[in-house]
């Protein structure tokens, strides 16, 4: 089974300056997903940023950019130029594809994120 | 082009009874998948359909049943409601394959 790991429950970041959100996980598939969500108070999940184990090649998607590092099995999200916005719950979440339907996805248990004006 | 959309927003239960949440997956979308998110946890898996048919099953009793309809949308149904049940039940729709793009959750309480 899969596990994944967040283990910094809380964080705290001036607006414009830059954090990074640590995720570690577990799993014996070499093939497999990876994303960070992002649930404001507002309750919806939404995707960040996706990351395919089979690309070394780091994911970025404007201010967001991962450090995925599949020996280790680190997966950390970066932001830059934080803003007010970015406030929110940050979920690290695990897929592995499955051959049949859309695979789930593994959550770990999210990191809160304040941006200081 | 709606997103994925959930009814009820909110919900109040009390213990024993049983209760029906809704979700209409995004256009394109055929296949849902129903999480349980408790306060200040991530979500967990509870199951997946696809095809009208489940197709994958969390760590989760049989009180939680599902039912996928000929046009996508799907019912998470729970019967015989514990205080343990209060979550917040988010639905997510994908294409295969595809990302999971998730509404705004139904918030359960359980008296």
């Known amino acids: 089974a899969q596990t994944v790991t967040q283990s910094q429950p809380e964080m705290s970041v001036q607006e414009a300056e830059t954090v990074t959100l640590s995720c570690t996980y577990d799993?014996?598939?070499?093939?497999?997903?990876l994303f960070w969500y992002k649930q404001p108070p507002s309750r919806q999940m939404i995707l960040v940023i996706r990351?395919?184990?089979?690309?070394?090649q780091n994911a970025t998607e404007n201010r967001f950019s991962v450090n995925f590092q599949k020996a280790a099995k680190s997966f950390s999200l970066k932001i830059s130029d934080s803003q007010l916005g970015d406030t929110a719950m940050y979920f690290c979440?695990?897929?592995?594809?499955?051959?049949?339907?859309?695979?789930?996805?593994?959550f770990g248990k999210g990191i809160t994120l304040s941006v200081r004006p | 082009d709606a997103g994925v959309t959930q009814s009820p927003t909110h919900l109040i239960k009390t213990r024993g009874q049983q209760v029906t949440l809704r979700c209409s997956p995004k256009?394109?979308?055929?296949?849902v998948s129903w999480y349980q998110q408790a306060l200040g946890q991530g979500p967990q898996f509870i199951f997946q359909?696809?095809?009208?048919?489940?197709?994958q099953r969390g760590n989760f009793p049989d009180r939680f049943s599902g039912h996928q309809f000929p046009n996508y949308s799907s019912e998470l149904n729970v019967n015989a409601l514990l205080l343990g049940d209060s979550a917040l039940y988010l639905c997510?729709?994908?294409?295969?394959?595809?990302?999971?793009?998730f509404g705004d959750g139904t918030r359960l309480s359980i008296l």
């Open positions: 997510a729709s994908s294409s295969r394959p595809g990302n999971q793009h």
């Open positions: 799993t014996s598939e070499n093939n497999y997903y």
């Open positions: 990351q395919e184990a089979y690309k070394q």
């Open positions: 979440a695990f897929m592995k594809p499955n051959t049949g339907a859309n695979s789930k996805l593994t």
């Open positions: 256009s394109g979308h055929d296949t």
């Open positions: 359909y696809y095809e009208e048919e489940e197709r």
